[in-house]
């Protein structure tokens, strides 16, 4: 499955005429925790990623904006929160799944996301408290009333258009208790169905979904399924209260109009193109591209993904796929195909963080992929951000003229 290391895919694209690298954050370019507010960017990536502008964005289910922002590890990063608005080093591409758009200078914008559907989603963060609060003491008696509200205040991400909740501190109280763990998963499943019932009784019937994290893909009616705790993989850890439209895949299409209008003059899908009004189907999204976009006009796209999985159906019954960076690596890895282009899929191993996943180490790539799996990756980096970053920042150099 594996084609490529990363020095020749150095060689590949540091002289690439139209690159266009599409990369995740969270598990690729800084460890994956248990808290997100303990994250931190380096700032020699930060510089490398500036020196990549027009060849660059970010696709992430995190938030650009808030104090859980990536905006916040950048300015720390770079030790005073005016450089990054001065000298343009934000971090650009979409965030939230999609709905939150952001340039080099950290503005930002919900392209076709409502009045009403905010105002929902900034009353969520206190719902979930409210309903995990209720929820969890039978689940985790043993926590007192203090231990309770703190660990309710450390699950809820109180992100602003994709609240979420994080099971990872709860995982760490109860290490290979499977029955519980997958307790836990039951209950954050019911909570946020709880929201969704909320959001319909408010007239936003057709406004947010549930993104699982990690998933095992989705069931007949389109619903991300849960990958239940085992004793060697804790499975699904969030669930995030998201906008409908915003996947990934769907996000992929607007970066690459958004790249296209910047080259050209012109965005082959309208000024106005954003996830909310975009098609949803896989094979709608290629037919776009193909009836859009001239062949000398699609760039050369590199995807960089982490959260890929897939698992042995229980029915017996061929594999459940699933990832949150599934959808737009396979897009990406398609368009490639259908254009005739070297697309490249590069998936970073993040089980070295401190939240337990598949590793890559052992060369198997048990629980990742499968060997009928379309999705096939040019490059896997075992070292983890680490070794992805090394090899970011030198492909920036070398693109700059700059030694390594």
Not at 73 to 101: C, F, H, K, M, S
Not at 191 to 219: I, K, Y
């Amino acid at each position: 499955m594996v084609r490529m290391d990363l020095a020749s895919l150095h060689h590949e694209l540091v002289t690439s005429s139209d690159l266009l690298i599409v990369q995740d954050l969270d598990g690729v370019c800084m460890p994956l925790v248990k808290d997100p507010l303990t994250r931190s960017l380096a700032a020699d990536y930060v510089h490398a990623a500036g020196r990549l502008r027009g060849s660059f964005f970010v696709l992430t289910n995190g938030e650009h904006e808030g104090h859980r922002g990536v905006n916040r590890l950048v300015e720390t990063a770079l030790g005073d929160p005016a450089i990054a608005r001065r000298e343009g080093l934000y971090l650009p591409g979409l965030a939230a799944g999609g709905v939150q758009l952001q340039d080099e200078f950290g503005t930002i914008t919900h392209p076709g996301v409502s009045e009403a559907e905010m105002h929902f989603l900034a009353s969520v963060p206190a719902r979930m408290k409210d309903l995990m609060s209720s929820m969890l003491p039978p689940l985790m008696p043993e926590l007192g009333e203090v231990e309770l509200a703190d660990e309710v205040e450390k699950a809820v991400l109180d992100t602003q258009v994709s609240p979420t909740i994080n099971l990872n501190s709860l995982f760490s109280r109860l290490p290979g208790d499977v029955d519980r763990q997958r307790q836990l998963q039951s209950m954050l499943q019911l909570l946020m169905q709880q929201l969704m019932t909320m959001a319909v009784a408010e007239g936003l019937q057709d406004s947010f979904f549930l993104h699982v994290a990690p998933n095992l893909g989705r069931d007949a009616g389109g619903c991300e399924l849960l990958k239940p705790s085992t004793e060697s993989d804790v499975g699904s850890t969030d669930i995030q209260f998201m906008l409908r439209g915003a996947i990934k895949e769907v996000g992929l299409l607007v970066l690459i109009n958004r790249h296209i209008a910047a080259r050209t003059g012109k965005a082959p899908f309208g000024d106005d193109f954003n996830v909310r009004t975009a098609p949803q189907d896989h094979e709608a999204l290629l037919a776009l591209c193909r009836n859009r976009i001239p062949a000398d006009q699609m760039p050369h796209l590199v995807g960089v993904g982490d959260t890929v999985t897939s698992t042995i159906n229980p029915s017996g019954d061929g594999w459940l796929r699933g990832g949150s960076d599934r959808g737009f690596l396979t897009l990406l890895q398609e368009l490639g195909r259908s254009y005739g282009h070297q697309n490249r899929v590069v998936l970073v191993d993040s089980s070295g963080g401190e939240v337990d996943r598949p590793s890559l180490r052992n060369g198997t790539l048990e629980g990742i992929s499968d060997p009928e799996d379309p999705l096939q990756f040019d490059v896997c980096v075992p070292g983890g951000p680490d070794a992805y970053v090394t090899w970011f920042n030198g492909l920036a150099a070398a693109r700059n003229g700059l030694p390594l």
